[in-house]
C-alpha cells in the first residue's frame, strides 16, 4: 500500500514559479512510476507528465513541455514538479499518481495510488 501527500501548491503571478511535492509511505514507491495529472475548473482530468522509478525516461504533456521538469528522490519517498513560466491556464488542481507498475500511464484509471491534490492558482 502506498499513500501519497502533495505540497508546494499556492498563488503565483503569470510568470512565476512553484514546485510541487509528492511525499510517499511505504517501501514500494521506488519500483513504481508516477505520474502528475491536474484538473482545472469545469474540465477533465488532464495527465501532463510521468516518469519512470529511476528517472531515466519522463514524459510531457505539449501544454507544459519546455517549462515544468519531473522528478523523484527515490531515498527521501519524494517526486517533485517543478513548474516555471506559470500562465493562468495552469490553474488547477495538481495530483500526484502512482501505478503499480514501472510504467506511466496517460490514463488515469490505471493509477492504483492518489495523492489529495493541491492548489495551484496563476494570476494574470
Known amino acids: 500500500q502506498v499513500q501519497l501527500v502533495e505540497s508546494g501548491g499556492g498563488l503565483v503571478q503569470a510568470g512565476g514559479s512553484l514546485r510541487l511535492s509528492c511525499v510517499a509511505s511505504?517501501?514500494?514507491?521506488?519500483?513504481?512510476?508516477m505520474g502528475w495529472f491536474r484538473q482545472a475548473p469545469g474540465k477533465e482530468r488532464e495527465f501532463i507528465t510521468g516518469i519512470t522509478p529511476n528517472g531515466a525516461t519522463t514524459y510531457y504533456a505539449d501544454s507544459v513541455k519546455g517549462r515544468f521538469t519531473v522528478s523523484r528522490d527515490n531515498a527521501k519517498n519524494t517526486g517533485y514538479l517543478q513548474m516555471n513560466s506559470l500562465r493562468p491556464e495552469d490553474t488547477a488542481v495538481y495530483y500526484c499518481?502512482?501505478?503499480?507498475?514501472?510504467?506511466?500511464?496517460?490514463?488515469?484509471?490505471?493509477?492504483?495510488?492518489w495523492g489529495q491534490g493541491t492548489q495551484v492558482t496563476v494570476s494574470s
Open positions: 511505504g517501501h514500494m514507491f521506488s519500483r513504481y512510476a
Open positions: 499518481a502512482a501505478p503499480t507498475s514501472e510504467s506511466y500511464y496517460y490514463t488515469q484509471a490505471l493509477y492504483d495510488y
